[in-house]
């Protein structure tokens, strides 16, 4: 899937000089530093490219959109098998501490100290199908509309391909009527919590897909704590860890 994205290595005018280390082998390195959480020099040699190199080649992939296109990639081999119920998404967020850069903000739950904020939303069994990052302080029920928007089309066993759920549900954070207008007219019926009136413990029974997720999320240790300035490389590992989820259903499909 990879090597269907990723550009063709550049050619030389004459022989000599060092070897380019290949796709699979840099890829085995940006996989590595994504769940262990290492510094780029971390990286052990006997994977094969160095710190350097991987670091590279990540951020040259990460400028062209490889993480998001293999992370759609992997979304159509599972809407093709029929894996991927639509029938309810939910959506939610998690706050993590990060270094000033690009989308960071005082986080209002952590005395004011800068964060940023995964948003995610997940289909009925936990599949991440759309994801986004923003600052600590803002507000989740801003970030819903952009995250509908970003489910990409994708394949169906049957008929055309899909990018709506039948509903999706929020916590009250997201309680706003012209989102609920925004989703009817989708067409998309709400389940969102109502402040004063419904419980949180009843919507629990449908939201703690997403929660689980999250904790899926949180075995990719590069997202414990953000440290990339730059907004698009933060994303870009967001991307991998989804894309890590969907792939291990694959595999537990065809009993790898």
């Known amino acids: 899937m990879v090597e269907r994205l990723v550009p063709e290595a550049p050619t030389r005018p004459q022989d000599g000089g060092r070897r380019r280390y290949g796709d699979r082998e840099v890829l085995a390195a940006i996989i590595f530093a994504a769940t262990t959480g290492c510094t780029w020099s971390q990286v052990p040699p ?3 490219p160095s710190g350097a190199t991987a670091h ?3 951020m040259e992939w990460s400028r062209l959109r490889v993480w998001a296109k293999l992370h759609r990639l992997v979304l159509d081999e599972l809407g093709a098998r029929g894996e ?3 029938s309810r998404c939910v959506i939610d967020s998690v706050n993590m501490r990060a270094l000033k850069g690009d989308l960071t903000g ?4 952590d005395r004011g100290k800068f964060g940023s904020k995964i948003h995610l939303i997940t289909e009925r069994t936990g599949l991440p199908l759309s994801v986004g990052i923003s600052g600590a302080n803002l507000h989740d029920s801003q970030a819903l509309e952009p995250l509908v928007r970003g489910i990409p089309p994708i394949r169906s066993r ?3 391909r899909r990018r709506r759920p039948a509903k999706l549900h929020a916590d009250k954070a997201h309680d706003d009527r012209d989102l609920r207008q925004w989703l ?3 067409p998309i019926t709400p389940r969102i919590a109502r402040k004063g009136i419904e419980s949180s413990e009843r919507l629990g029974r449908h939201r703690w897909t997403t929660e689980r997720t999250m904790s899926w999320l ?3 240790r590069r997202l414990h704590r953000r440290y990339e300035r730059n907004a698009i490389h933060f994303l870009a590992f967001t991307s991998i860890a989804c894309t890590l989820i969907c792939y ?3 595999t537990k499909r065809d009993g790898l």
């Open 46 to 48: 006997v994977i094969g």
């Open 56 to 58: 590279r080649r990540f």
């Open 84 to 86: 991927l119920d639509w």
């Open 106 to 109: 005082p986080n209002p739950v």
């Open 158 to 160: 049957r008929g055309p």
């Open 184 to 186: 009817r007219s989708r």
């Open 218 to 220: 949180a075995g990719c």
């Open 248 to 250: 291990r259903r694959l």
